[in-house]
């Protein structure tokens, strides 16, 4: 293998297993996580076996599907933006058509516009079958932005990316609307479990989540997002699923609710912009291959339903690090003792002293 060509290695473990329900998949099965973190590993275990200790395991609901692209285009002023942003909505059936001319499993199903001065942000929605669609999705975009030049009077091309999407950034928009897979996943913790196993009560997650996530974020000013670390369990288990890594920057955006019922602990948590793919670049690469196949997500189903399981699967990841980290953090040095006891033996263990 050349240089250009060589690939580089992250460590990966296999955690769990995490116990599934929901809309979309019933299952048990253990995850692949590859990260340098290496405390990551048994914190997101912990949180797996909360999940076999619940009646119901994590209850992931699929709440909605939509990859997005805007397009730019310039009017001659903003009467003439307005009255195309009416013809293209007016026309959707037609445009789903030139999406149906380009791609075997696009499909439009929205359109959202904004018009700022004299230019048009054109928000088209797909859904994209099992690929998590940024090529499709812009090979769509494309072919529309050209039919609207040419059907459209007094417009002009701006970009094929108008930043209206939003792509691999934190905004309010896709908290709003969502982009990628829209995932709710909720955990109902018998108070046993909290005390045995997580070490604290349902109280203390409460008001540490209140206090840490909901407060502490918005004086950070925070956008559209609450939570401790999503982004730790998105990226570990995108490189091992054959993601494309930076979609963790709007993946991130989420909130968690946490609910002290009796002394049992309701835990959730939202993820509106799950981008995720079973099919697509840097899905043939042999160990992404394998680790798609032993969870389940490369089996014979609808276009779609694959896609749809790793989406919960990711989501249920996040709630067992999520869950376990805040546990942690409501018991003074738990975190710090972990990261210097598991690091340093790692590097003890790679250096052979």
Known sequence: MTEAHAIAGVPMRWVGPLRISGNVATTETQVPLATYESPLWPSVGRGAKVSRLAENGIVATLVDERMTRSVLVEATDALTALTAARTIEARIDELQEVVRGCSRFAQLIGIRHEITGNLLFIRFEFSTGDASGHNMATLASD???????????????????????????????NGILGRGKNVVTELLVPRDVVADVLHTTAAKIAQLNLRKNL??????????????????????????????????????QGVVTAEDRDGD???????????????????????????????????????????????????????????????????PGELMRAHVQLERANSTAKVGV
């Open 143 to 173: 072919a529309l932005l050209k039919h609207l030049l040419e059907t459209i009077p007094g417009i002009s091309y701006g970009s094929i990316s108008g930043n209206y999407c939003t792509d691999k950034k934190a905004t309010a928009i």
């Open 215 to 252: 407060l502490g974020t918005l004086l950070a000013g925070g956008i559209r997002s609450a939570n401790a670390h999503y982004a730790n369990m998105l990226l570990a288990f995108y490189l091992a699923t054959g993601q494309d890594a930076a979609n963790i920057v709007e993946g991130s």
């Open 265 to 331: 602990l309701y835990f959730a948590c939202t993820l509106p912009n799950l981008i995720v793919g079973t099919v697509g670049n840097g899905k043939g690469l042999g160990f992404v291959e394998t680790n798609l196949n032993r969870l389940g997500c490369r089996e014979d189903r609808a276009p779609g339903e694959n896609a749809r399981r790793l989406a919960v699967l990711a989501a249920a990841t996040v709630l067992c690090g999520e869950l376990s980290l805040l546990a942690a953090q409501t018991n």
